[in-house]
């Protein structure tokens, strides 16, 4: 009798042995499909590599210095603000001026290719007989010289009630060599014609004056003083200009500049 109940209790062992083991096999078919949630909805965890590229980024490199870090600069900010003056035009008679800022072969300018050239818009006389243009110049330059320094070059036009476009009168300035705000006058010319009746084809009819005897930036820079000493002229009307000058690295060149 106590050996049929033992045999029962270690029946009864077996069989909690095996429910354990069912147990045990269920927790981890639970486990596998918790691991397979994980897999399914989580994202996968990013490699040590790229963690540490995410947390520290390359370091960008610095530009090499330019050439405005050694050299002259020079900037020049302004306007062409009126004209006054203007002998022979009548009130139907509009003003405009075209303009070009040029410097001497050591100058590097920064512009388009073209280079600093512009025109302002057709302004027509006041009560007071002045031309209003108000149009912005803006020249910058480079250099390591002061030789050649920038000037400021003006031709002065006519758009008459018919539509006819010609020629007033010339003028050129050297831009302003201290910093600071400077107020301009720029005194123009005109050539006068060939012959007297010319001359009074001009005067009387509205024609075109004398021709320039070389290329306008030559003659107004001064560079063919022959040609220029063989041209008569009269005396025109005057443009009233305003420009800002500011200077860079102007003591590595040696300028000492008033204050």
């Known amino acids: 009798m106590a050996s049929s109940s033992g045999g029962l209790l270690a029946g009864s062992g077996g069989l909690l042995a095996d429910s354990h083991a069912m147990s045990s096999g269920s927790g981890g078919l639970l486990a596998g499909s918790a691991e397979s949630l994980s897999h399914a909805g989580a994202p996968a965890a990013a490699p040590p590599s790229a963690a540490l590229s995410l947390a520290a980024p390359a370091a960008t490199k610095v530009p090499p210095a330019g050439p405005g870090d050694r050299v002259l600069e020079l900037h020049f900010v302004g306007e062409l603000e009126w004209g006054e003056q203007f002998p022979g035009l009548s009130e139907d008679d509009g003003l405009f001026v075209d303009y070009e800022g040029l410097a001497g072969e050591d100058w590097l300018p920064i512009a388009k290719p073209e280079g600093f050239v512009g025109q302002t818009q057709t302004a027509y006389a006041d009560a007071d007989g002045v031309y209003v243009f108000n149009h912005p110049i803006d020249f910058h330059f480079f250099s ?105 690295n102007a003591k590595t060149h040696g300028l000492h500049l008033p204050r």
């Open 144 to 248: 390591t010289s002061i030789a050649g320094w920038p000037q400021l070059h003006l031709q002065v036009l006519k758009l008459d009630e018919t539509g006819r476009v010609v020629a007033v009168s010339f003028g050129s300035m050297t831009l302003p060599c201290t910093p600071g705000h400077s107020e301009l006058v720029c005194r123009t010319w005109t050539p006068k014609a060939g012959s007297c009746l010319d001359e009074a084809h001009a005067a009387y009819m509205g024609g075109p004056p004398g021709a320039l005897l070389a290329a306008r930036a030559e003659v107004l820079a001064a560079k063919l003083p022959e040609a220029r000493t063989q041209m008569v002229t009269r005396t025109s009307g005057k443009v009233h200009v305003t420009v800002d000058t500011i200077f860079r």
